[in-house]
C-alpha cells in the first residue's frame, strides 16, 4: 500500500469505547493506573503507556504515528510550535563549548536562536554558506556538533547540496539536521538524502487552515542519544509538547496534506509562469522554473514539484507596499502554505528586528515580496496580482 493510504488509515493505540474513526482528543492532564506496579512500567516508560501529558498524550501519540508511518522516521516527537522543536532539537544535540555550522540564509526566529540564544548558552554559531562544499568541510572543526539547514531557506529560497552535506557531517560522526517545513514530508524521502533528524513546522502545510501551531522533530535514529535526550530528559524538564487539541487539528490536516500539495504547487507553478511575463515584476523566484538557479538539484533531490513558495522583486521597497495595499483576494499575512494566499514583505515584518546591514548579509532585499500560494483557483489569483500591480501604477 502506498504510504498515503497507510497514514489514513494509521490505528489507534487502543481500540476507542465507540469505534470512533476520528481520533478523540483525550483533554487529560493525567491518567488512572489499576496498581502500583502498572504505575512503575508507564513511569519508566517500559510500558510505553502515558502518565502525564506533558510527556504523552493518545491524541499527540495518534498524530505521531501517523507522521512515523509517512517518514519511515524511527521516532517522531511533536513540539507546540516549529521553533519549540528547533529549540529542543538543539538542546539535544549541542552544549556549552560546541559550535552550530549553518548558514545567514534561513528564518530570522532560527537565526536568532542560534545566534543570540544559544550563543548566551556557551554554544557559536559558524556561519557559512551551505552551497559552497568547501567552505563547509573547511569549517566543521572537533568542536561542531552538527551542521543545521534549511531544505529551501525562508525567504531566499536557496537549495544546498544534502548528499554532500551529509557526506562531511557523518565524516566527523556529527549529524546533519534539516528544517524541510518548505516542502511536504509527503513528497520526497529525507532518510534517503542523508538527513539525520529534520524539523518541520506544522503551523504551515500540515495545519493547512491556520488552525493551530505546531512543530515536530522527525528522528531516523541515527544518532541515538538524540531520541534519549528528548524523550528522557526534555520533554520533562522544557515541557514543549503538544496539546492534544493542536494534534487532532493537525492530524486532521494531514489527512489531506498529499491532495491539498498537488493543487497548491500546481497553482504555484502556473502563476510563477504567468508572473514571469509581467513587465512590472523584476524577477520571481520560484525553483519549479527551469530557469532557476536551484531547480535541477531541487528535482534532483526533492522530485518534480516546486512547492508552493513564490517570490516576487519589485522595483522598490515603496512600490511592494503599494502593491500589498492593492490586494484584494490575496491575505496579508504571514504563515505559510494556509489553504488560503497569503503575501508579505518579510524585510519589514519577519526580519524588521534586523539592522539594514544585516538584513543585506543574509540577503533579505527591501524589494521582495513572498506570496505563499493556497487553493483558490489560478485565474483568480493572477487578476489579483495584476490588478494590484496595475492600482499601485508600477
Ligand atoms: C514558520 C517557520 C518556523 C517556525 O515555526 P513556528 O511553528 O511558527 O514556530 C521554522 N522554520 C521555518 C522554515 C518556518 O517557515
Excluded: W
Aim: include cysteine; aromatic fraction near 10%.
Amino acid at each position: 500500500m502506498d504510504k498515503n493510504t497507510i497514514a489514513l488509515h494509521t490505528q489507534f493505540r487502543h481500540p476507542d469505547a465507540y469505534g470512533a474513526i476520528s481520533m478523540p482528543v483525550y483533554h487529560t492532564a493525567a491518567y488512572q493506573f489499576p496498581d502500583a506496579a502498572s504505575m512503575t512500567e508507564a513511569f519508566s516508560g517500559r510500558s510505553g503507556e502515558p502518565d502525564y501529558s506533558r510527556v504523552m498524550n493518545p491524541t499527540v501519540s495518534f498524530f505521531e504515528d501517523k507522521v512515523r508511518t509517512l517518514t519511515g522516521a524511527k521516532s517522531v516527537t511533536a513540539f507546540n510550535s516549529g521553533m519549540a522543536a528547533i529549540s529542543n532539537l538543539f538542546l539535544a544535540v549541542a552544549e556549552a563549548g560546541k559550535n552550530i555550522v549553518t548558514s545567514a540564509h534561513m528564518f530570522g526566529n532560527t537565526f536568532s536562536l542560534i545566534t543570540k540564544t544559544l550563543n548566551r548558552f556557551g554554544v557559536e554559531a559558524k556561519i557559512v554558506n551551505l552551497t559552497d562544499v568547501e567552505a563547509v568541510a573547511a569549517a566543521v572543526d572537533d568542536q561542531t556538533a552538527c551542521i543545521y539547514l534549511e531544505i529551501v531557506t525562508n525567504p531566499q529560497l536557496e537549495v544546498a547540496n544534502l548528499k554532500a552535506l551529509a557526506e562531511i557531517a557523518h565524516s566527523h560522526n556529527i549529524p546533519l539536521l534539516a528544517d524541510t517545513t518548505f516542502l511536504p514530508f509527503t513528497e520526497f524521502d529525507g532518510k534517503k538524502l542523508g538527513i539525520d533528524v529534520r524539523v518541520v513546522s506544522s503551523t504551515k502545510y500540515l495545519s493547512g487552515g491556520a488552525t493551530s501551531l505546531g512543530g515536530l522533530i522527525i528522528d531516523y535514529g541515527n544518532f541515538p542519544n538524540i531520541e534519549d535526550r528528548i524523550k528522557n530528559e526534555l520533554l520533562f524538564n522544557v515541557g514543549a509538547y503538544m496539546t492534544p487539541h493542536a494534534a487532532y487539528m493537525q492530524a486532521l490536516g494531514l489527512e489531506t496534506l498529499h491532495a491539498r500539495y498537488k493543487i497548491q504547487s500546481g497553482n504555484a507553478l502556473e502563476l510563477a509562469r504567468r508572473l514571469s511575463q509581467l513587465p512590472q515584476i523584476q524577477k520571481v523566484g520560484y525553483i519549479g522554473l527551469e530557469d532557476n538557479p536551484y531547480h535541477d538539484l531541487a528535482v534532483e533531490q526533492f522530485g518534480p514539484s516546486g512547492g508552493a513558495m513564490i517570490t516576487i522583486d519589485l522595483l522598490s521597497e515603496e512600490v511592494c507596499y503599494r502593491f500589498i495595499n492593492n490586494l484584494k483576494i490575496i491575505f496579508r499575512a504571514t504563515n505559510l502554505f494556509d489553504n488560503k494566499t497569503l503575501a508579505i514583505h518579510p524585510y519589514s515584518t519577519i526580519f524588521v528586528g534586523y539592522s539594514a546591514e544585516e538584513k543585506a548579509r543574509m540577503d533579505v532585499l527591501p524589494t521582495t515580496i513572498r506570496l505563499s500560494i493556497g487553493l483558490e483557483d489560478v485565474d483568480d489569483l493572477f487578476d489579483d496580482i495584476r490588478q494590484a500591480l496595475e492600482a499601485a501604477n508600477i
